[in-house]
């Protein structure tokens, strides 16, 4: 079962929400800065933390899903 990296509770198949090659709950993966609810594979990340891209991602920064 996988972790959810931002409460480090067990995400259900079900309900993941799989994202820079992690499994979230859908409320857990939210913007690191301004909270904001992301879609899986549209966001940016910094150092494992998701982030939106605009206007918190900051250019330039390459985002692991793009791989
Ligand atoms: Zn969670
Ligand atoms: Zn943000």
């Given at each position: 079962m996988p972790e959810c990296p931002k409460c480090q509770k067990?995400?259900?198949f079900a309900?993941?929400?799989t994202s820079i090659g992690k499994d979230w709950h859908p409320g857990c993966l939210k913007c690191g800065k301004c909270?904001?609810?992301l879609t899986p594979g549209s966001h940016s990340e910094h150092e494992g933390t998701p982030y939106c891209t605009k206007p918190?991602?900051?250019s330039g920064e390459k985002a692991n899903y793009e791989k």
């Open positions: 067990e995400v259900y309900e993941r929400k909270g904001k609810t918190c991602g900051t």
